[in-house]
């Protein structure tokens, strides 16, 4: 159990990253006078640094474990936290999207680690329920991320609005000023990432690797491995669904705050990260009520009919013209919470020997690249046919989502409460045998 609490308090570490990203993509957005396209580049390092490190990360774990996996974590991400002092400093775009993009490859390092070790510390029959309350932890992570942005970087202005009527060198000099403040949270991340890489190396871990009969570790080179799951059809569609959930995800979270700026020019930037806070709240609250349900009901069923309920309120935000599209964009993430840990768990169960687990894992936390790509498409969507339009494409992306639930129904036809009757059976089978 506190190797699990550890683990857990992890997935608010990269929630509290990710949050502060929506933060930056506002910040950068007023300094730098980017497109919406060109602020999409923050997701795109963040997410590509996933993409790149996820393999590598999963053959460190391979030859060491999974703890040590999280320890070289922790210690990326600091590096990349400690790498938004001198981006600061310089005031350049491009050195700020490369410290975010350090950042991540640590918290790729952390998410291989730690969504895997997940499912494996327990029954394996409750890998989805264990996984998706960890993953409540990473909604707790979004709203500090949020909070933390909210007070520590944002004013109580319209920084672009603000600096649109200052001279250009006011501009710059006051564009300085406020990059200096999003050194804040990171600084206080910093503190917290030594004290967590202090309580893993002197906590003692289960190796959750696969043995054999004689206790060796059972092992699989990158190319057996590679070629098991390229055969895999089940495994395959689980990647592109995940690919093009976090791509809706990630779409949604970015432009929300920049959606009630631009429909509502006379808001300040701390009235738009409310929006978020909400959304991180709600998204809270949709987790656990997902959890609930899916100890109870069948996944692909509870989550076919989560997909169907956001696709309709995203097209409430497409269609409605005033704070209302705003709110609907807040409440499409009550019906997100279930989505990443599900699909994660699902598409894992499918690799049966345990010698891929690793690099199974791996893949499937490369397919967040979605993260970097869609909402890039987003954002080039919206400087061509406008903000509020650009929501189209979540929406579009959710019900691709639906479909995969859908299409692996017919795999899912017991409940959690018939499954556990139908293992138990099977153990008191195997012991009077």
């Known amino acids: 159990m506190l190797q699990f609490v550890l683990v857990s308090i992890l997935f608010a570490m990269w929630a509290i990253s990710s949050s502060l990203n929506d933060i930056l993509i506002t910040q950068f957005k007023a300094v730098f006078q980017l497109s919406d396209l060109a602020t999409a580049f923050v997701q795109s390092a963040f997410y590509g640094g996933y993409f790149v490190i996820a393999i590598p990360a999963s053959l460190f774990i391979k030859k060491s474990s999974y703890k040590m996996g999280i320890v070289a974590g922790l210690a990326l991400f600091a590096v990349g936290c400690f790498l938004f002092f001198p981006a600061s400093t310089l005031a350049t775009y491009s050195m700020f999207l490369f410290a975010i993009f350090v950042e991540a490859i640590g918290l790729s390092f952390l998410e291989t680690s730690s969504e895997t070790f997940t499912t494996l510390m327990g029954p394996k029959r409750l890998a989805t329920v264990r996984l998706n309350i960890s993953q409540t932890m990473n909604a707790v992570g979004l709203i500090v991320g949020i909070l933390l942005g909210k007070y520590f970087v944002f004013q109580n202005s319209n920084l672009k609005t603000e600096m649109e009527k200052m001279s250009p060198e006011q501009a710059r000099l006051h564009g300085v000023e406020q990059l200096s403040r999003t050194l804040v949270p990171y600084r206080y991340l910093l503190i917290v990432l030594v004290v967590l890489i202090l309580a893993f190396a002197v906590t003692r871990f289960p190796s959750g690797r696969a043995r054999t009969a004689t206790g060796s570790v059972k092992s699989a080179s ?175 992306e959710l019900c691709i989502v639906a479909v995969y639930f859908v299409s692996e129904m017919r795999y899912d036809r017991l409940t959690p409460k018939q499954m556990k009757e139908l293992s138990t059976t099977e153990g008191a089978e195997s012991a009077q045998a």
């Not at 936390?365 to 509020?388: E, R, Y």
């Open 222 to 396: 990158l190319g057996e491995t590679l070629g098991y799951l390229v055969r895999n059809r089940r495994y395959l569609k689980g990647i592109g669904a995940q690919f093009v959930y976090i791509g809706a995800q990630t779409g949604i979270w970015s432009f929300t705050m920049r959606l009630a700026l631009t429909m509502f020019p006379h808001y300040t930037d701390r009235d738009a990260s409310d929006f978020m806070l909400w959304s991180y709240a709600v998204f809270f609250v949709g987790r656990f009520l997902g959890s609930y349900l899916l100890s109870r009901f069948r996944e692909t069923r509870v989550l076919t009919v989560y997909m169907g309920l956001a696709v309709v309120v995203l097209i409430g935000t497409i269609a409605l013209y005033s704070v209302a599209a705003v709110w609907m964009a807040v409440i499409v993430s009550l019906f997100l919470g279930p989505g990443w840990p599900t699909i994660y768990s699902r598409t894992l169960e499918t690799v049966g020997d345990r010698r891929y687990t690793e690099t199974a894992g791996a893949v499937i936390v490369m397919s967040i690249v979605g993260g970097a790509v869609l909402p890039a498409l987003q954002g080039a969507l919206s400087d061509a046919m406008g903000m509020q339009f650009s929501f189209i494409l979540p929406a579009i």
